[in-house]
Each structure stands twice: as structure tokens, then as C-alpha cells.
């Protein structure tokens, strides 16, 4: 930053930022100089840059700090012909500008059916209710005082992928697979607090609800609720954003990502499920026959590769190029990630490092040395399980075209012999 | 305090549960006293509901269609509402009572929700009368169509998740790999750099 008191050193940072400017007018003028520039030595290095001479900016200048300006590309996207409206909406995860398993909070995408509730903490109120010994209500404060855990857990969208059952659609693994996150939650095991009702032997269904203007309800079955299920109030070591349910979600690892009620306020426990609309119009999965599955909890086990992809096209030519791509599944971890890079007649395991966690998601390398020609890429997912991944025509054989959710199906890219990439579907 | 191993939360009370437990199962388990008809419904459907969802629930622009799609499941564009997909009636009561007129929600009596669940059966030629009532006492009979069509997650006996299937690694596919489908061609995808809702 420049000293504005200083008239000298203002004037010498704009005659600077001037002849910055200059030698950014368009590429003819740096193509023409690159002879001069090879023998002289690149500028960047033979001159002295502005951030090497000039003092940045203070500790009190960001007390809640943002991404480098030259990351502005690195945001959320919606497409608003996929719904009627952006309140009761979705939009993406930038996939492919991410590495490693964890999804910047503010990067998580974001599915509201009544938009983002904003709520005072100390306004939020969680009931239990229904068959327990004792109905209770608690506060934030009480939800405080329970012993916690933190897991880390891919959270997807049903729907994630959903537009293109059809065929190739969206041109970006943002937009076909970006309906996903996974961060670390801290929370309280649900069960602690269903012991502290007493849940009566009847009791077999969960009923979860959410404080906002949709008042999203999901059945849960009682095995599920006991098991594995968080109720969460931090994501990535802060408070849960308010688009994640601020102050209170509830956590249903592995299974879809509607049943993972923001903004939680209520949880009733019942002889049977409720068949809300969330389960009966929507999250159901029209098959061929005519018939729709109801309960598609799971999130199968599915696989992306992130980059190259259309938003992440190959730019430096021939030679090393990392293949970078996530896997998932929510039956367990992921054993294995197999990656072809000729459609499919062959495939060779890829790498998963970092961390290998139940239903969170995986980071896989494959490093090739790229010869410039076409490339199919493909990756295929394997669990712990046993469960492997399939292809989209194999998942069509078996329900058609209208299911809507649960699209697990192989993604291929296209990358052309300039390193663009284009999403396709193969034979 | 509660009872249990913590002891923390209070005792929940009856009008505290009254006031949030609104859910209602499909056997009428959760219904509130109260009564509706067709011809009740269908001025208040005019002036709550018709903006987005049309006047006979076929839908205003993308807004969701309520009525209507009867026998197109098995077509390439299904035409999913309240009479050719739901399989319960309760569904739409407690649902519209929960949470419509969007942007507006619990703003209905229990009597209004009655009256409109008539008026869309009635938009769903599934009752043909315009002085049909609909109440908490008759409310159980009324069958969707499509009730027997919605059938358990039976995604595993799918073949390709056959237990023990080995992917092929190598000479899997004879001949060239064809591209069949192309995601520029369509070109649907948003463009724009930096804002979000670009």
C-alpha cells in the first residue's frame, strides 16, 4: 500500500502501475519483445515488481478474509432456466477449481426450498416429540453442553447430475456434478438426544423438520437416526452459514442430501413414515414401467474427474498433465478409482491420497505424460462394498430416463487435440 | 429437565407441540377438525393460488402443474401433479397447509386447506361435484390413483450391481468409441466469469 502523504511515492507507484499497464496492452507487443525478452531476462524477475517495493495491506485490514482477488472466478453458479425461481432453487460447487476432500464454506452449494431462513441463535428452538417417554425442547445453549463429534461427509443432492439423464447437457462438471460438499461438521450424535426423550419401543420413523418457510419434513427410519446421524452446528470449525442451516442442521451421512433438514427445529417419532411431499412428489424415482421408487436414501458410489474438464480446459500442450477428480459413495469409502483416457477400452487404478473417510469424498491423481492427441476420460468409482460404479446406459437400461435422481452414472470428457474439453457421451 | 443421562432440555408443552405438530399421515393420523368444499375452494384458489399455478392448476409459466398428466408415466415427458403422481391425499393438505402460498406460508385456516384439497381433487376429476365436502371425517376415503404405483428402493437387484462383478481393465470395448452426444450442441450452459447468478 502506498504512503498517501508521501507525494513522491505516490507518483513513482502510478508511473509504475503505468508502465505495467503499457506492457499489458495486447499480446503482439509482448510477442514481439520475447526474443529481447529471452536475452534480457523475463521482467517479472528482472524488474522490480510493486509488491516487492510497496508495503500490502495491514492485519486490520480483513478480520474476515476472502479469497485473492485473482480467484474471483472461483464462485457459486446457478442456471436459472432449471427452476422457476432462485428462492426455491439450487446452485453449484465449483468443482473444478478445487482440490483435496474439504469444500470451502463458502463455496458449498446451496438448495433452498423457501430461501435462507435467517435466525437468531438464541431465537432457535429444537423439540422432540411424539413417542418418547418425555417430549423437550432445547435451546442452542443446551445442544452446547452435549458430548461432540466431528466427521467429515460428502453431502450431494439427489438431483445431483439429474439434467443429464437424458444426455450431455451442461458443460461443466460444476453444473452436472456440483451439487455436493463435504465439509467437517461438529455436532451432537442424534441419538444422545433421542435418549434424553426416551424413544418408546414402538417408535420406528423419525420425523425431521426444518424452522424455514418450507418446513421441509423427511421420514427417517429409527435405525438410521441411531446410528450415524449428526446434529450439527459447525461446519469447518465456525458456525454453520446461514445458507447451511445456521444454526442447527441435521446430518444424515451417506443419504441424499434433501433429508439433511436445515435450520432443524423439530424431530417427532412415529410408528410409520409420513409420506410428506419431499418423499412422495419429489425424491421418488419414475421408472420405465411406470412405477417410482419411494426411500432412495443412499447416495451410490460415483466418481468425476475435476480437471481437465470444460471449465478446466488444458492449457500448456503436450507433456505431464495431472488428472485431478473426486469419488464417493455412500455405502462406505472407496477402494479403488479406475481412470481411462480412451472412452472406456481400457482403464488403469488412479491414486486416492489424503484422507480415505466413510461416506466423504475421495481425491484421485492419475499423472500421464499427454502426447496431444484426443482423449475419452472416464473414471470409475469402486467401494468398500464391492460396488462399482456403472455406466449412464447401463443405469438407463435399468430405469429409463425420468427418474431424475440418483444419476451415478460414468461421466466422460472429451478433450480435443488443443486441450478443450467438452462433456459427451460415448458408445 | 428431562429424565435423561444429561439431563438437559425441558419438558415440551402441549400447545408448544400443538403449535409445530402439523404433519399428517396418509391413514389421517394428524388431521384437524374442519370442512371445505369444491365451490369453497375454488375463489380461494382464484386469489391465493391461480397466479402461479393457474386457474384450472395446469401452471403459470414453470410454476408447478397440480392437475392434470393422468395416464403420461409411461410417456417421454411425464406430466407429474397432484392426480397422475401423489400417492396420498394427505400429502396436499398437509403440504399447502405447511408451506403454500409460497412466500406466504400458514397464512390458511385448516377450513381453507379443506376447501382447496377439495377444489383440487375436483381439478383432478377425482371428485366431479362442486358441493363436495371434504373434512377430517371423510377425508381417509378418498383414494389417489396412482397410490399402488410407488414400490421400495430396489436399486441393488439392479444388474450392474451384481455382487462379484469385476470391471474389465483392459480390451473392453472392440472398435473405435464413438462420441453419441455432445453438451455444445445443446448449449445451455451458463456463461459469465466472476458474479454468481451470472
Given at each position: 500500500m502506498v504512503d498517501k502523504t508521501d507525494p513522491q511515492a505516490t507518483k513513482r507507484a502510478a508511473s509504475r502501475r503505468d508502465f505495467l499497464k503499457a506492457g499489458l496492452l495486447g499480446g503482439a507487443a509482448v510477442a514481439a519483445s520475447a526474443g529481447v525478452a529471452r536475452a534480457a531476462g523475463e521482467p517479472l524477475i528482472t524488474e522490480i515488481q510493486d509488491w516487492n517495493r510497496y508495503l500490502g495491506e495491514g492485519v486490520d485490514v480483513a478480520p474476515y478474509g476472502k479469497p485473492s482477488e485473482f480467484e474471483a472466478n472461483v464462485v457459486r453458479r446457478n442456471v436459472p432456466w432449471l427452476t422457476s425461481d432462485p428462492v426455491s432453487s439450487i446452485n453449484f460447487t465449483p468443482l473444478h477449481e478445487l482440490e483435496g476432500i474439504i469444500t470451502?464454506?463458502?463455496?458449498?452449494?446451496?438448495?433452498?426450498?423457501?430461501?435462507?431462513?435467517?435466525?437468531?441463535?438464541?431465537?432457535?428452538?429444537?423439540?422432540?416429540?411424539?413417542?418418547?417417554?418425555?417430549?423437550?425442547?432445547?435451546?442452542?445453549?443446551?445442544?452446547?453442553?452435549?458430548?461432540?463429534?466431528?466427521?467429515?461427509?460428502?453431502?450431494?443432492?439427489?438431483?445431483?447430475?439429474?439434467?443429464?439423464w437424458r444426455g450431455s447437457q451442461l458443460n461443466g462438471c460444476q453444473f452436472t456434478h456440483g451439487m455436493i460438499h463435504c465439509v467437517v461438521y461438529t455436532g451432537v450424535p442424534l441419538r444422545y438426544l433421542l435418549e434424553e426423550a426416551g424413544v418408546k419401543t414402538n417408535g420406528k420413523w423419525l420425523l425431521a423438520e426444518g424452522a424455514d418457510a418450507a418446513a421441509m419434513t423427511r421420514s427417517i427410519p429409527i435405525e438410521k437416526a441411531l446410528d450415524d446421524c449428526l446434529?450439527?452446528?459447525?461446519?469447518?470449525?465456525?458456525?454453520?452459514?446461514?445458507?447451511?442451516?445456521?444454526?442447527?442442521?441435521?446430518?444424515?451421512?451417506?443419504?441424499?442430501?434433501?433429508?439433511?433438514?436445515?435450520?432443524?427445529?423439530r424431530l417427532e417419532i412415529g410408528d410409520e413414515p409420513w409420506a410428506q411431499r419431499e418423499e412422495t412428489s419429489k425424491y421418488t424415482d419414475l421408472l420405465a414401467d411406470g412405477k417410482a421408487r419411494r426411500h432412495t436414501f443412499v447416495m451410490d458410489v460415483k466418481s468425476v474427474i475435476t480437471s481437465p474438464s470444460?471449465?478446466?480446459?488444458?492449457?500448456?500442450?503436450?507433456?505431464?498433465?495431472?488428472?485431478?477428480?473426486?469419488?464417493?459413495?455412500?455405502?462406505?469409502?472407496?477402494?479403488?478409482?479406475?481412470?481411462?483416457?480412451?472412452?472406456?477400452?481400457?482403464?488403469?487404478?488412479a491414486r486416492i491420497d489424503g484422507p480415505s473417510l466413510p461416506k466423504a469424498l475421495h481425491r484421485f491423481y492419475l499423472d500421464i505424460n499427454w502426447d496431444g492427441s484426443e482423449m475419452l476420460l472416464q473414471s470409475r468409482a469402486i467401494d468398500d462394498q464391492g460396488l462399482v460404479q456403472p455406466t449412464k446406459n447401463e443405469l438407463r437400461a435399468a430405469r429409463g430416463e425420468n427418474s431424475i435422481y440418483h444419476n451415478n452414472g460414468i461421466q466422460t470428457w472429451h478433450v480435443n487435440t488443443d486441450g478443450v474439453v467438452e462433456n459427451v457421451e460415448v458408445s | 429437565t428431562s429424565k435423561g443421562a444429561f439431563g438437559l432440555g425441558r419438558v415440551a408443552m402441549a400447545d408448544e407441540i400443538a403449535a409445530w405438530d402439523i404433519d399428517i399421515r396418509p391413514d389421517g393420523t394428524g388431521l384437524p377438525e374442519g370442512k371445505g368444499t369444491v365451490a369453497e375452494g375454488e375463489p380461494l384458489f382464484a386469489d391465493n393460488c391461480a397466479v402461479c399455478h393457474g386457474d384450472f392448476g395446469e401452471g403459470a409459466g414453470r410454476w408447478p402443474v397440480l392437475a392434470g398428466g393422468q395416464d403420461t408415466l409411461l410417456k417421454d415427458r411425464p406430466v407429474k401433479t397432484i392426480g397422475s403422481y401423489w400417492p396420498y391425499l394427505s400429502t396436499v393438505f398437509d403440504y399447502v397447509r405447511r408451506a403454500m402460498p409460497f412466500g406466504d406460508a400458514r397464512s390458511l385456516s385448516d377450513d381453507d386447506v379443506y376447501a382447496l384439497t377439495a377444489y383440487l381433487l375436483y381439478l383432478n376429476d377425482i371428485v366431479d361435484d362442486e358441493d363436495f365436502e371434504l373434512s377430517n371425517e371423510n377425508f381417509a376415503s378418498i383414494r389417489l390413483p396412482n397410490e399402488d404405483n410407488f414400490i421400495p428402493d430396489d436399486r441393488l437387484n439392479e444388474p450392474h450391481y451384481a455382487k462379484g462383478l469385476e470391471p474389465c481393465m483392459t480390451d473392453c470395448k472392440p472398435g473405435p468409441v464413438e462420441i453419441t452426444a455432445r453438451a455444445q450442441i445443446i448449449d445451455v450452459t451458463p456463461e459469465g466469469e466472476g458474479d454468481e447468478n451470472t
Open positions: 470451502p464454506n463458502g463455496l458449498c452449494f446451496e438448495r433452498h426450498h423457501g430461501g435462507t431462513a435467517v435466525i437468531n441463535p438464541a431465537d432457535h428452538r429444537l423439540m422432540i416429540n411424539g413417542l418418547v417417554d418425555t417430549p423437550l425442547v432445547f435451546t442452542m445453549e443446551d445442544l452446547k453442553r452435549f458430548p461432540r463429534e466431528n466427521r467429515v461427509y460428502f453431502l450431494e443432492c439427489a438431483a445431483n447430475g439429474g439434467m443429464e446434529v450439527a452446528f459447525k461446519m469447518n470449525g465456525e458456525a454453520l452459514r446461514a445458507e447451511q442451516g445456521y444454526p442447527l442442521r441435521l446430518c444424515v451421512p451417506g443419504w441424499e442430501g434433501n433429508m439433511w433438514v436445515k435450520w432443524l427445529r470444460p471449465q478446466a480446459p488444458v492449457t500448456h500442450g503436450k507433456g505431464p498433465l495431472v488428472i485431478s477428480g473426486l469419488a464417493w459413495s455412500g455405502s462406505g469409502t472407496i477402494k479403488r478409482v479406475d481412470v481411462t483416457i480412451d472412452g472406456g477400452r481400457s482403464w488403469q487404478p | -
